[in-house]
């Protein structure tokens, strides 16, 4: 048996592709959720009152310092102990979000820690909310000197996206290992599994780039 | 005095017995001062006697840790509740310090919005104003203030001068009835001060504010203010009109200070 059988690697292409929608999908979705927990725990964890900064603190550093996989499995198989059921997507992408979620709020951290303290207190002086400030004054400041930073954690959720193959969500992995065990080859669905996803991170990673290019000139007029 | 004829007389800033501290060190000490209405008081004096503290504590920028502080007849610190005075709620002093604009050392532009954007910002989500009549109102300022070409640039495309024009324009749009000028020129390239203090010119004479300024254009504050109080170790020293103080100090301190800024200019 040769080493790579291209009739049966074009054979599962379309497969395959149609898997890699659902990956798409999930990193997409996963990280629109981590973008904005992140952005939440962020701010919940500058809040003056121990009580809402202390137990967000917590809540990251725990989510941090756990394993993505078992947040998966937590999410999937526990849940529905407590009355919550989730489809496996649905789990999968809530999991890669607040997995996500806690790593993105340290950017966000950075990015608020490096507002000067003027805005803040213009930002007083002109009588405006909390909800204002940081809606018009400070997050636009805060945000785009961390989109790279965030651009590599939306590489690195994608990349961590075949884990939802462990509760059979049919994304490329699951796909590829079903592709594989029907077939009993799995050099060709698996290897271009990793094809796709060499190409879909370099594709992204230009793209951030780009956007860290172009804000870079906006940034001159701002 | 009630309520409804004591206004008139009132001062529009009081400090009553203020005291600020951060641990053991005192920045202010049992501070009593009164600025009427219309008054432009300038405060001056060596770095670290205090003098930035009155201003950062009547903007709220500063809590305080004695005393009370009072804007148009009202307490700023502190709120009644029944028969006492209790530290001001978040609201409170939301309400209180819609009173009072300030204009920064060095400017504190919002730098990723235009001119005009800086000046419509504040108007339109506290004070509510329609978005036309925060920018008609914006228009005005800047034109005031000389920048009727530059609505539309952003603050690192101005000149240190011009920012700060357009801080002033900032603090005005929200129509404050008291306004702290913090060193305003300080942070200026020499050549860039005039215009701005020709735009604190224009606001004593068009403008029926109250102004406090710290400042160390000593000549300006001669020209200028209607009194002039002079800080040492928290307390002020010595106060007076700025002729008297200028021309004939009575305190050995304030003598010394303005023979050492004069020496310097």
Redesign the interface.
């Known amino acids: 048996m040769e080493i790579w059988d291209w009739g049966y690697a074009f054979e599962i292409l379309p497969i395959l592709a149609r898997a890699s929608i659902i990956t798409v999908e999930a990193t997409i979705l996963g990280f629109a959720l981590a973008a904005t927990l992140g952005l939440l725990f962020a701010i919940l964890r500058m809040s003056r009152s121990p009580w809402i900064s202390v137990p967000t603190a917590g809540f990251v550093e725990f989510i941090r310092s756990t394993p993505l996989l078992i947040q998966i499995f937590f999410i999937f198989f526990v849940f529905p102990e407590f009355g919550v059921n989730l489809g496996a997507m649905t789990a999968g992408v809530l999991a890669l979000g607040l997995h996500y979620g806690t790593y993105c709020s340290e950017c966000y951290r950075a990015g608020l820690a490096n507002i000067?303290r003027?805005?803040w207190?213009?930002s007083?002086?002109?009588?405006?909310?909390g909800f204002?400030t940081f809606r018009?004054?400070i997050i636009?400041?805060a945000i785009p000197p961390v989109i790279p930073a965030l651009g590599n954690y939306f590489v690195a959720l994608f990349k961590e996206t075949p884990l939802l193959s462990a509760i059979a969500v049919l994304e490329l992995m699951q796909t590829a290992k079903i592709l594989g065990s029907e077939n009993f080859r799995y050099t060709e669905p698996i290897t271009l599994v990793g094809l796709f996803f060499l190409v879909f991170s370099l594709v992204s990673a230009a793209g951030i780039r780009r956007l860290e290019y172009y804000l870079s000139l906006r940034g001159?007029?701002? | 005095m009630t309520e409804t004829n004591g206004a008139a007389s009132m001062p529009m800033v009081r400090f009553d017995n203020v005291t600020k501290s951060y641990g053991a060190l005192t920045v202010l000490d049992s501070l009593d001062l009164e600025v009427a209405a219309g008054e432009k008081v300038a405060i001056i004096g060596p770095s670290g006697s205090g003098k930035t503290t009155v201003l950062r504590m009547l903007m709220t920028l500063e809590t305080i840790n004695g005393g009370v502080i009072w804007v148009d007849g009202e307490p700023l610190t502190h709120m009644r509740s029944g028969d006492q005075m209790v530290p001001a709620s978040a609201s409170h002093l939301r309400r209180i310090r819609g009173k009072i604009g300030m204009v920064f050392q060095h400017f504190n532009l919002f730098p990723h919005m235009t001119a005009l954007r800086n000046c419509m910002e504040a108007p339109i989500t506290v004070l509510k104003l329609p978005k036309r009549e925060a920018e008609a109102r914006a228009r005005d300022l800047l034109a005031m203030v000389g920048l009727a070409e530059k609505f539309n640039h952003y603050p690192s495309q101005l000149s240190g001068g011009q920012q700060q024009r357009v801080a002033f324009a900032r603090a005005l749009a929200m129509r404050p009835k008291v306004m702290l000028l913090d060193e305003v020129t300080s942070a200026l390239d020499p050549e860039l001060v005039g215009e701005v203090l020709n735009v604190i010119r224009k606001l004593g004479t068009e403008h029926n504010l109250t102004l406090l300024m710290v400042t160390h254009q000593m000549g300006f504050a001669k020209e200028f203010a209607d009194r002039v109080c002079f800080f040492y170790g928290g307390k002020i020293c010595e106060e007076g009109p700025p002729k008297q103080l200028f021309s004939a100090p009575q305190n050995e301190r304030t003598r010394q200070f303005l023979s050492a800024v004069l020496e310097a200019t």
């Open positions: 000067p003027g805005q207190e213009a007083t002086a002109l009588n405006l909310s204002h018009d004054v636009p400041q001159g007029n701002a």
